[in-house]
């Protein structure tokens, strides 16, 4: 099975200011026949489903800001946000979506405002 | 607008069986795979597993298999997700979610889950 690991588990950032976390695979979710990682990033707020906001590793979820932005490749995954704002406040996480039958997620990382 | 809405919260004691739903519409329900996700209290996501409804083909977890059945009626587009012995480890919030399609060049890519249903919030209690 794939494990992901998200780092920090939390993180307080300051208003306008660039938030990074980051996602890592126990093995590579890069499928080799499209060239595509199958990793996606969600955004959690409370009481509340989770939000897609990443697929493909890089490929924003339609009407999400474009302060939101994914990279990565393989193994390692980061997602930024460029600016950050008080409506950002949440728990992001990583999934896999590579290997059934397990499509593990992250633990998360909360993030809030300095 | 496409939405998937889930069954009401439900409260049972250990040893009752339950199955909680998944109502599907504005979109070909039978064309998507469905997941299930618990949430524990003040916990992080837990993927379960999925269904086709298109041909019920059915993936599980191995922290969740034979611990809980998924099952999808296509005629009513619904998918549901069903316990035959509750215990009190398995309260939690569970969430359906259908996972994203595109195709390119003739070929269906899913990738994440991109509708999410509202939860169900199950309590197992004595």
């Known amino acids: 099975d794939i494990v992901m690991t998200q780092s920090p588990d939390s993180l307080a950032v300051s208003l306008g200011e660039r938030a990074t976390i980051n996602c890592k695979s126990s093995?590579?979710?890069?499928?080799?026949?499209?060239?595509?990682?199958?990793l996606a990033w969600y955004q959690q707020k409370p009481g509340q489903p989770p939000k897609l906001l990443i697929y493909w590793a890089s490929t924003r979820e339609s009407g999400v800001p474009d302060r939101f932005s994914g990279s990565g490749s393989g193994t390692d995954f980061t997602l930024t946000i460029s600016s950050l704002q008080a409506e950002d406040v949440a728990v992001y996480y990583c999934q896999q979506y590579y290997s059934t039958p397990l499509y593990s997620f992250g633990q998360g990382t909360k993030l809030e405002i300095k | 607008e496409v939405q998937l809405v889930q069954s009401g919260a439900e409260v049972k004691k250990p040893g009752e069986s339950l199955k909680i739903s998944c109502k599907g519409s504005?979109?070909?329900?039978?064309?998507?795979?469905i997941g299930w996700v618990r949430q524990m209290p003040g916990k992080g996501l837990e993927w379960m597993g999925i269904?086709?409804?298109?041909?019920?083909?059915?993936r599980y977890s191995p922290s969740f298999q034979g611990q809980v059945t998924i099952s999808a009626d296509k005629s009513i587009s619904t998918a549901y997700l069903q316990w035959s012995s509750l215990k009190a480890s398995d309260t939690a919030m569970y969430y359906c979610?259908?996972?994203?399609?595109?195709?390119?060049?003739?070929?269906?890519?899913?990738?994440?889950?991109?509708?999410w249903g509202q939860g169900t919030t199950v309590t197992v209690s004595s």
């Open positions: 979610a259908r996972h994203g399609a595109s195709e390119v060049a003739g070929t269906v890519y899913y990738y994440g889950m991109d509708v």
């Open positions: 093995q590579s979710v890069l499928y080799s026949s499209n060239n595509k990682n199958y």
């Open positions: 504005g979109y070909s329900f039978t064309s998507y795979w």
């Open positions: 269904i086709y409804p298109g041909d019920s083909d059915t």
